[in-house]
């Protein structure tokens, strides 16, 4: 899949970020509950994204 944009651009998360293990968190149970490997992507709305 190819998604193109200059609406959003990935959220810069560090690893000390509590989002992190959110995020970390839910692709563990989305995995166990699919029974796939699972990959979110944080986004957040870019400042030139707004056209």
């Known amino acids: 899949m190819k998604i193109e944009t200059n609406q959003y651009e990935?959220?810069?998360?560090?690893?000390?970020?509590e989002a992190l293990?959110?995020?970390q968190e839910a692709e563990s149970k989305l995995a166990?509950?699919?029974?796939d490997e699972i990959t979110l992507i944080?986004?957040?709305?870019?400042?030139?994204?707004?056209?």
């Open 10 to 17: 990935i959220a810069p998360l560090t690893q000390t970020n």
């Open 42 to 51: 944080a986004y957040t709305q870019a400042e030139d994204g707004l056209q």
């Open 21 to 23: 293990r959110i995020i």
């Open 32 to 35: 166990q509950l699919t029974g």
